[in-house]
């Protein structure tokens, strides 16, 4: 039977706490493991994790972040045409319809519709922008592409 005054734990699991400083005795007096003289052997917070020892840290020496961001850049959700296989043949589609069948997030952005992939039936699609092979590819198969005006607000 197992008593709980008897219980120890496993040999080895249990260290005791390094104390630097305190006596040659200890074995961590005098230079309290910090080595001889310098910079790290003092008090305070030391040196930044970049500093190279003097020469140019890395973080100055490669060349800042370039270019600039254009805060008038139209922001378009865009659709290959291959992935409007799912509707039926002949059905209008449009960015709600999209939402619903989760070809498409959101009806945030304007449509932008691009020429990958294949499509294989005749369908009406409303975009606000549609590229020379995706309109292409829909008039091939007998389908219309009717480009609309946005009504989403681009971002």
Request: proline share 5%; glycine share 12%; aromatic share 4%.
């Amino acid at each position: 039977m197992v008593r709980q005054d008897s219980l120890a734990p496993a040999s080895g699991s249990r260290k005791k706490r390094k104390r630097v400083g305190r006596g040659l005795g200890s074995g961590h007096g005098t230079y309290s493991t910090r080595g001889m003289k310098g910079q790290k052997a003092r008090s305070g917070p030391g040196i930044h994790p970049y500093f190279e020892g003097g020469q140019l840290p890395l973080v100055k020496r490669l060349p800042a972040k370039r270019g600039f961001n254009n805060i008038f850049r139209k922001e378009y959700c865009v659709v290959n045409v291959g992935r409007l296989n799912v509707f039926e043949p002949n059905s209008i589609i449009d960015r709600e319809k999209l939402v619903s069948a989760r070809v498409i997030k959101s009806t945030a952005k304007p449509l932008k519709l691009l020429g990958g992939g294949s499509l294989d039936r005749a369908l009406v699609v409303r975009a606000e922008k549609v590229s020379a092979a995706a309109r292409e590819k829909i008039e091939a198969v007998g389908g219309r592409v009717e480009e609309v005006r946005s009504a989403a607000k681009a971002s």
